[in-house]
């Protein structure tokens, strides 16, 4: 299944050459002749009369490797004895494990960290189950769960091939916030069934965070975990989506010099994100907001099967607009994405209203090709990494954990939220701030620092904080 749509993939290339009959100018020049980059050579083995290389090439996509490869495979004197995906290689074994925080050296060692001694500590966890976040992984530790039912760009692939992406967000929370993180794919599309799983796994962490599980499902999901959990429910898909998204607004307003409260937005793609950027922007103070999906604008008067619509659509657009993303967009001062390809037209741009404000953020190909946006739009931002001002949830997820679990905080409320969102966007200083550059990037080593430290503030502030002072006494 091809899933880059473009975006360019690196293959190694183990090719023998018969130095007798060809030379790697013929290489070169049959790989560059056919659209392929050469990005590195190394030399493997070298005889009298071969010599193998390994040649790493930028292709289009797999199709594109699968053609350069059967070209370089046809040419006299060059025998291709491997392709290897890059990517691939990264992942063969998978991306994390577990490491022990010290070395059992010794019997005296052994004892400490397992039998007889350990049965001390599980006595006074037992007696007071507070101290679980001192004395186990569970102060900072995060369950990263899935049923692999909205994975990327992918849909429903199911538990198993959702576990690449979860191991890659447990080596994000590691990395950038040296929070820990566990991926843990359910092999269940129940959701009262992911609820009790979720449930009566949770006493070993200190986080949940929600990932790829499929909209109107996860709604229900997080808000039953939410109510029945004493420790922080978040999924990444919506909320971190919101408050990245928020942070990129609050930066282009101020380019454009238009208060939030005065805006007129357009939300096309009414799931998981939709929703969460909406209520996101709603709490900044944004008022005027409409939701377009594929039967239109939401609006009252109307019964839709998805409650969430109808909360939607009762919860904005004020002015009670019907009709399609035409009607919706005239007069628009941003536009926000979360739908598909192709979905915004240079037509609904010219109509917006000025200094128009773009968020196309569908991933992998963004609701209009920023190369066609460009001259029309004050503010472009997309979810690839390609173009500027990138909307991703890793500027987000890690430090709004850490800050929770900092906090001890038994929810991520709101006022988090908008303190992670604000967080974000001061980390771009104003004599930073461009129309290209209205959101950190992700490897800004300010940014999780800064979030985590906003988030437990507002956990304080807000009530929901729980820490307790560690005790210098334990059950001796």
């Known amino acids: 299944m091809e899933v880059h749509n473009g975006a360019a993939i690196s293959l190694i290339f183990r090719l023998e050459l018969n130095t007798n009959v060809t030379s790697f100018a013929r290489v070169a020049s049959l790989v ?21 290389r390994d040649v790493t090439i930028n292709v289009n996509n797999r199709d594109h490797g699968h053609k350069i490869a059967s070209l370089l495979n046809e040419e006299n004197g060059i025998t291709v004895v491997a392709v290897s995906d890059r990517t691939f290689l990264v992942h063969l074994g998978g991306k994390i494990e577990v490491t022990p925080k010290l070395q059992v050296k010794n019997r005296d060692d052994l004892s400490r960290v397992y039998t007889p001694h350990v049965a001390r500590i599980c006595e006074a966890i037992h007696e007071d189950p507070s101290k679980a976040f001192q004395l186990t992984i569970k102060r900072n530790t995060v369950a990263v ?28 929370f590691k990395q950038f916030a040296n929070v820990d993180a566990f991926p843990i794919c359910l092999d269940t599309k129940d959701p009262d069934e992911i609820v009790s799983i979720v449930k009566a796994i949770a006493p070993a962490f200190g986080g949940i965070n929600l990932e790829d599980i499929a909209s109107p499902r996860c709604f229900y999901i997080e808000e039953k975990l939410k109510q029945e959990l004493d420790i ?25 010099q238009k208060p939030m409260e005065s805006l007129k937005v357009v939300v096309v793609g009414i799931g998981a994100a939709g929703v969460a950027c909406t209520k996101m922007m709603l709490a900044a103070g944004i008022k005027n907001i409409l939701g ?7 609006h009252r008067g109307k019964t839709y099967e998805n409650d ?15 009709g399609d993303l035409a009607s919706a967009i005239q007069g628009a001062d941003v536009f926000v994405g979360v739908s598909g390809p192709g979905v915004l037209k240079v037509e609904h741009i010219k109509s917006m209203a000025k200094d128009p404000i773009v968020f196309a953020m569908a991933n ?15 503010v472009l931002a997309t979810g690839r990494s390609d173009y500027p001002n990138q909307i991703n949830n890793v500027l987000c997820f890690p430090g709004i954990f850490k800050g929770a679990l900092q906090a001890r905080a038994y929810t991520i409320n709101e006022e988090m939220k908008l303190a992670a969102a604000h967080a974000i966007a001061n980390s771009v200083k104003d004599e930073e701030l461009t129309e290209d550059y209205i959101i950190p990037s992700v490897f800004n080593t300010r940014v999780v620092k800064a979030v985590s430290d906003a988030v437990a503030k507002a956990a304080v502030a807000s009530g929901v904080a729980r820490r307790e002072s560690i005790s210098a006494t334990y059950n001796f």
């Open 145 to 172: 769960v899935s049923d692999g039912t909205a994975v990327l760009g992918l849909g429903d692939i199911g538990p198993r091939a959702a576990m690449p992406v979860m191991e890659g967000k447990a080596m994000l």
């Open 232 to 256: 922080p429910v978040f999924h990444d898909d919506q909320h971190g989506t919101a408050v990245v998204l928020l942070a990129g607004l609050i930066n282009a307003t101020k380019i454009v």
């Open 364 to 378: 992998p190909t963004p609701e209009i090709q920023p190369e066609l946006a460009a001259p029309y739009v004050r």
């Open 32 to 52: 560059g002749d056919n659209g392929g980059d050469i990005i590195a050579v190394d030399v493997i083995r070298v005889s009298k009369e071969t010599m193998v």
């Open 308 to 322: 969430i619509w109808n909360w939607y659509a009762e919860h904005t657009n004020p002015e009670n607009v019907e």
């Open 292 to 298: 377009v999906t594929l039967e239109g604008v939401l």
